[in-house]
């Protein structure tokens, strides 16, 4: 099985940036896929950036440009790297695999973007 645990979240000023991670225990192997998500209060949990196993990545709409997925060698650790963050990136921030053993959320971080 696997498990995720997220950090990294914060408090920034508009502009500023931020770098998220995500460690992944367990079987890091049946990982097909891992996410990241955000979720805004009243809004929907959206799609961020994916980053598949033979890695190719993409991004929502929002984001490209700005965010930019990674992870290491031993395919245990995914990064989010954040630039020019803006007021309206305020939100809890997820990873989300996609594993032979189905999907796997982690608890979420909070990041907090001021004007």
């Known amino acids: 099985q696997v498990q995720l645990m997220e950090s990294g979240g914060g408090l920034v000023q508009s502009g500023e940036s931020l770098r998220l991670s995500c460690v992944v225990s367990g079987s890091t192997a049946s990982i097909k896929a891992l996410g990241w998500y955000r979720q805004a209060p009243g809004n929907q949990r959206e799609l961020v950036a994916r980053m598949l196993v033979n890695g190719a990545v993409d991004y929502a709409d929002a984001v490209r440009g700005r965010f930019a997925i990674s992870r290491n060698n031993a395919f245990n650790r995914y990064y989010l790297q954040m630039t020019n963050l803006k007021p309206e990136d305020t939100a809890v921030y997820y990873c989300?695999?996609?594993?032979?053993?189905?999907?796997?959320w982690g608890q979420g971080t909070q990041v907090t973007v001021s004007s």
């Open positions: 989300k695999a996609v594993s032979s053993w189905g999907d796997v």
